[in-house]
C-alpha cells in the first residue's frame, strides 16, 4: 500500500521550456503532498507543501511563480517549472501523505523522482 | 543548530557487522521519527517509524528512541552490501504545519563484503 507515482522520471528539455510534473498517490487518498528538490550528493530541500483544493505553501526562497503547484484532486498533484534554465537542473522528488489514522503515525511516502535537466 | 542533526558519516562496516546511526533532534515536543533509506540516484523509502520510546523491530532493523536525550537510532544487525546507502531520519513535530517531517541531511553507510 501506500504508493505514489511520478511521472515522467526524466525530462531533458531546452532553456526557456515549461515542464510539468505530475505525483498521483495510487492507493490512498494524499489531502498533502510535498515537493522538494535535491542537488547531487546534497539533502533534500523542501520546495512547497501542496494542499488539496488549496494553495500551495512555498518555503523561504522559492519563487512560487517559477515553481507553479496545483492540486487539484485527492490524488494528483502537479507541479510545473516554468521558464527552465539551466540552473533548474536537478532531482525533483514528490511525497505524500495520507490523511487516515493518527496524525503522527503518518509517514510521508515517496515517489520515484524526476531527474531534470536544461540544457 | 539543525533542528534535525545526523553524522553525515560515511559509516563503514564489514559485512554482517552491526551499523548503528544516530540522529538527535531540537525540539522536545517532538512526536514520531523516521527513517528513510535512499539509494543513490534513487528517491527514499520508508523503512520504519516510532513514536514510543523504547525499541522498535522489524526484521534486521531496530529503531532506538529515547525523548529524554532527544536521540532516535537505527541498527543495522548482519549489515549486507545492499544496505550501502544514505540514511535519513525525519521528525514530525506537531499535527498542523500539514504534518510534515523534517529531515537530517542523512548518514552515508557503507557495508564492505
Known amino acids: 500500500g501506500a504508493v505514489v507515482s511520478q511521472h515522467p522520471s526524466w525530462v531533458i528539455c531546452k532553456s526557456g521550456t515549461s515542464v510539468k510534473i505530475e505525483c498521483r498517490s495510487l492507493?490512498?487518498?494524499?489531502?498533502?503532498m510535498f515537493w522538494y528538490r535535491q542537488f547531487p550528493k546534497q539533502s533534500l530541500m523542501l520546495m512547497a507543501t501542496?494542499?488539496?483544493?488549496?494553495?500551495?505553501?512555498?518555503e523561504q526562497g522559492v519563487e512560487k511563480d517559477k515553481f507553479l503547484i496545483n492540486h487539484a484532486s485527492l490524488t494528483l498533484s502537479t507541479l510545473t517549472v516554468t521558464s527552465a534554465h539551466p540552473e533548474d537542473s536537478s532531482f525533483y522528488i514528490c511525497?505524500?501523505?495520507?490523511?487516515?489514522?493518527?496524525?503522527?503515525?503518518?509517514?510521508?511516502?515517496f515517489g520515484d523522482g524526476t531527474r531534470l535537466s536544461i540544457l | 543548530q539543525k533542528e534535525v542533526e545526523q553524522n553525515s558519516g560515511p559509516l563503514s562496516v564489514p559485512e554482517g557487522a552491526i551499523a548503528s546511526l544516530n540522529c538527535t533532534y531540537s525540539d522536545r515536543g517532538s512526536q514520531s521519527f523516521f527513517w528513510y533509506r535512499q539509494y543513490s540516484g534513487k528517491s527514499p523509502e520508508l523503512i520504519m517509524f516510532i513514536y514510543s520510546n523504547g525499541d522498535k523491530e522489524d526484521g534486521r532493523f531496530t529503531a532506538q528512541l529515547n525523548k529524554a536525550s532527544q536521540y532516535v537510532s537505527l541498527l543495522i544487525r548482519d549489515s549486507q552490501p545492499s544496505d550501502s546507502a544514505t540514511y535519513l531520519c525525519a521528525v514530525k513535530k506537531s499535527r498542523t504545519n500539514a504534518g510534515k517531517s523534517t529531515f537530517g541531511d542523512g548518514t552515508t553507510l557503507t557495508v564492505k563484503p
Open positions: 492507493d490512498f487518498q494524499a489531502t498533502t
Open positions: 511525497s505524500a501523505k495520507s490523511g487516515t489514522g493518527v496524525w503522527f503515525n503518518q509517514p510521508q511516502h
Open positions: 501542496s494542499n488539496e483544493g488549496s494553495k500551495a505553501t512555498y
